[in-house]
């Protein structure tokens, strides 16, 4: 963890000083273990926050502004409390900006304030490095203005602001992980319902390692929203026989008995993906539970061709990593993990092996793609949270 009190000394670099004092907040990323992209399908996902993640720095200020600033981009912004305009495409400044607006819009009397920004999550490398910075600016300003929401609206607060304010169709899993996060556990959320449970993450002598293509990826300017449409599109599809809200809602003995409804072959495929995802959830749950890692990894495998083969958000360099990664002994299981397109793969890896896992990897995926990877060692983390000053 960084030290607060050297956030408030970078802080005081960019702002002047005024009569308030500061506070730091602290949302960590997320990474998921298996149930990809079913999350905005009312599906079943198994994802854990992470232990790196955003910090913030804020005070109130004495005036009508909020000054938005970075450690880790050059972009900075001031605008006025009354004029909460969406800035260009693809700058940071919009995510924080989006759950402004949102507490704006429903009748939190928001003042100004200065907000310094500095994270230690890879951007663009689908560990939810925007549910993080989302979070914890709702999670701040309920603090400093009294909002007296709940973790869970706030949740779901953050989601509203990505759907509408950054256009980005996706669903609650990454902001849930970052809100309800919770040391040495992963999270096994119902999506459709919320309901959760924490499970212990126990991987013997196994080690979970996420390896970072090196290619980012942003969500909305990619396909993410064509997968959205296409799934859509698929439970139309299954209302000609069977009334459902959510492909999810399906069973694989569901799927084989309306297989036969789908005339084009690529929604018939996204919407298998999500059917055998969900079970594949369900299934890990299950391995996990009775300590069957060997099951668990074959799972996060089957995972990775479905995403390949039926849902299609791999590409050259996700499939280049999770095949480097199983050509290398010890290793039981591997997949993409986040929302595709580039991003970061999972692998559980015997501890035993780990140097020769980053030796071989890296030699064959710099060969198949002229790219170099990265590799972490996340543990899993508390959620959103503010952190005491000494």
Request: net charge negative; charged share 25%; proline share 3%.
């Amino acid at each position: 963890m960084m030290d607060p009190s050297k956030l408030i000394t970078q802080f005081d670099n960019y702002f002047e000083k005024d009569k308030y004092l500061p506070k730091v907040f602290f949302a960590p990323g997320r990474v998921n273990l298996i149930g990809e992209h079913t999350d905005y399908n009312g599906g079943k996902v198994f994802p854990m926050a992470i232990d790196a993640g955003t910090y913030m720095v804020i005070r109130a200020n004495s005036s009508d502004k909020i000054n938005f600033a970075s450690t880790n981009y050059e972009f900075n912004a001031s605008v006025q409390v009354d004029n909460l305009k969406k800035i260009k495409d693809g700058v940071w400044v919009n995510y924080p900006l989006g759950i402004v607006n949102e507490f704006v819009k429903n009748g939190v009397e928001i003042k100004g304030f200065d907000v310094l920004y500095s994270g230690n999550i890879p951007p663009a490398a689908g560990l939810s490095s925007s549910a993080s910075i989302e979070m914890v600016t709702a999670f701040a300003l309920n603090e400093i203005f009294s909002a007296e929401y709940d973790r869970m609206e706030l949740v779901k607060l953050c989601k509203k602001s990505e759907n509408e304010f950054i256009g980005v169709n996706c669903g609650i899993m990454d902001m849930f992980a970052v809100g309800f996060g919770k040391e040495n556990n992963a999270i096994a959320l119902d999506c459709a319902t919320l309901e959760f449970n924490y499970a212990p993450l126990e991987l013997n002598n196994l080690q979970l390692i996420v390896s970072n293509t090196n290619k980012e990826r942003g969500l909305a300017d990619s396909k993410y929203n064509e997968r959205v449409s296409e799934c859509n599109q698929a439970v139309q599809i299954v209302r000609r026989s069977k009334e459902i809200n959510n492909l999810s809602e399906l069973s694989l003995k569901d799927f084989r008995e309306i297989e036969h409804l789908f005339s084009n072959p690529v929604i018939k495929r996204r919407a298998y993906h999500i059917v055998s995802e969900n079970y594949r959830v369900e299934e890990s749950l299950k391995a996990l539970k009775n300590n069957d890692l060997n099951m668990f990894g074959n799972l996060l495998n089957a995972s990775h061709v479905s995403l390949r083969d039926n849902y299609e958000v791999t590409g050259l360099e996700l499939d280049s990593l999770v095949n480097a990664s199983l050509e290398v002994e010890g290793v039981i299981g591997s997949r993409m993990t986040g929302a595709g397109f580039g991003g970061c793969t999972i692998s559980l890896v015997d501890k035993d092996c780990l140097d020769d896992f980053y030796k071989k990897v890296t030699k064959e995926y710099k060969f198949k793609t002229g790219r170099t990877p990265l590799f972490y060692l996340f543990k899993p983390s508390e959620g959103v949270r503010e952190l005491p000053i000494d």
